[in-house]
């Protein structure tokens, strides 16, 4: 079956990076976008971005667009979440979620992955 | 992009109806169908709903339906049970080519 499983949670200092993969299973990986996108504790949904697992081609949110890259490696079938210059305000459950065929939309979702930045 | 408008709450009894709405613009909900809708509970990750507006994905409950009129769409539950107490979330395409979800509605199920 259509699975993403994400890495583990991170701790990390302000002004640092984190980097969260997804790697996705069931399907052919190339086929499909993959959405990001995180929740801070408490908080609604937010979009980070996606990927064009295909060609490789980006699209981010205005608000992380400065920091945030997203890339992908095909022969591991795995997309990458790297942000950049991380703040307390970054600390929330990072999610990877595969686009719905025809309407583009997250469909199925990894299990999240903590990241916590603190000093 | 600010974030679609949702209700902050809604409530229901057991086997009531209650409807969720998602309030966006011109650039998003109301020139797009690819609206969506999400359940979530507590500590899980979402579960798509909906998807472009209307439709159920393999395994929802009939129970759950959306419509759109104009940039408002709406989510309706019909039937309420206990489980489907959750946080909902809807979607939608934007015109600068990227996605935004609403603020959430907590359901309560009285």
């Known amino acids: 079956q259509v699975q993403l499983v994400q890495s583990g949670a991170e701790v990390k200092k302000p002004g640092a990076s984190v980097k969260v993969s997804c790697k996705a299973s069931?399907?052919?990986?190339?086929?499909?976008?993959i959405h990001w996108v995180r929740q801070a504790p408490g908080q609604r949904l937010e979009w980070m971005g996606w990927?064009?697992?295909?060609?490789?081609?980006?699209k981010y949110s205005q608000k992380f667009q400065d920091r945030v890259t997203i890339t992908r490696d095909t022969s591991a079938s795995a997309a990458y979440m790297e942000l950049g210059i991380l703040r307390s305000e970054d600390t929330a459950v990072y999610y990877c979620?595969?686009?719905?065929?025809?309407?583009?939309?997250?469909?199925?979702w990894g299990q999240g992955t903590m990241v916590t930045v603190s000093s | 992009q600010s974030a679609l408008t949702q209700p902050a709450s809604v409530s229901g009894s057991p086997g009531q109806s209650i409807t969720i709405s998602c309030t966006g613009t011109?650039?998003?909900?109301?020139?797009?169908?690819?609206v969506s809708w999400y359940q979530q509970h507590p500590g899980k990750a979402p579960r798509l709903m909906i998807y472009?507006?209307?439709n159920r994905p393999s395994g929802v409950s009939n129970r759950f339906s959306g419509s759109k009129s104009g940039s408002t769409a709406s989510l309706t539950i019909s039937g309420l049970q206990a489980e489907d107490e959750a946080d909902y979330y809807c979607?939608?395409?934007?015109?600068?080519?990227?996605?935004?979800f609403g603020g959430g509605t907590k359901l309560t199920v009285l």
């Open positions: 472009g507006v209307t």
């Open positions: 011109s650039s998003d909900v109301g020139r797009y169908d690819y």
């Open positions: 990927i064009n697992a295909g060609n490789g081609v980006t």
């Open positions: 979607s939608s395409y934007t015109s600068s080519s990227t996605w935004v």
């Open positions: 979620a595969r686009e719905h065929s025809g309407y583009y939309q997250p469909e199925i």
């Open positions: 069931g399907y052919t990986f190339t086929d499909y976008a």
